[in-house]
């Protein structure tokens, strides 16, 4: 095996001026770990888009790969549960953020960092689906474990064009529920309904600003990507004893509500987190996104681009212009 491999390098060429390149690193830089991985695939995440041009917020130690997502091959393991040769993904934990991460051709990690690629699943189609469209899973099973069920009523999913957002619809629809994808691109209307949005609207019918602490209800649960006023709309237009599930923050980290939605009300409000997602839950996700809630829209939802072409991206993605999933190949 070659001691060097190919990957995005972020570094500190001055105090707080980063520069990228795609470079070789060597395996004996990647950290101690269980796993020594090749990378097959990995995506485009936000947090992908924060790292690379450096922030300290989110990496403190340069040079750096991102990459918080990683699909590949095991070629040395140091633990019983996995063998050179298995096929694995990992997502979440440090990976890409301060260890060197999926936007390099290796990588080593922890066994706790791993989980076998399920059979009904490719390499590829896991890592369209990757850190977005786990998160998205995670948010649909927080709304059937609160007891929302497809005849409740329509459940609404902000930023619906984005790889959560997208992924989102695609499952919603596809377990039966009435889906409303809430988007600021009303050109991709068609894409949406592809993905088996039922109804399209823009963004401002979920930012309402009126003041009102209880307008009438619309929504049996949510979606919602955006976080900031569109959290606190949808938190007090959603029915009786239905759910909110919250995973992004790109409209602000503040929720300005009150507690009538929740009392009068009995919403739930689903805080979801994938980084640190518990192992075995993880596995049993990755499992039904494999089986019973594989889409069959993987394919709309993804477009694939070479590390090399990886630079074009980050801005596109900051700037809100990007659908769906990025999936870089490695291979």
Known sequence: MPNTFRALIVSEEAADTFTRRIGERSVDELPAGDLLIRVHYSSLNYKDALSAPGARGVTRHYPHTPGIDAAGQVVESHHPDFAPGDEVIAIGYDLGVNTPGGFGEMIRIPAGWAVKRPAGLSLR????LGTAGFTAAQCVQGLIQAGVVPEDGPVVVSGATGGVGSVAVALLAKLGYDVTAATGKLDQEAYLRELGAAAVIGR???????????PRTVWAGAVDTVGGNTL???IKTTHYRGAVAACGLVAGSQLNTTVFPFILRQVSLLGIDSVHCPLDERAKIWHRLADHWKLPQLETIAREIKLEEIEHEFEKFLGGRQRGRVVVNLG
Do not use: V, Y
């Open 204 to 214: 401002r019918e979920i930012d309402d600003d009126s003041g009102r602490p209880m």
């Open 232 to 234: 606190a709309t949808l």
């Open 125 to 128: 189609e896991s890592m369209i």
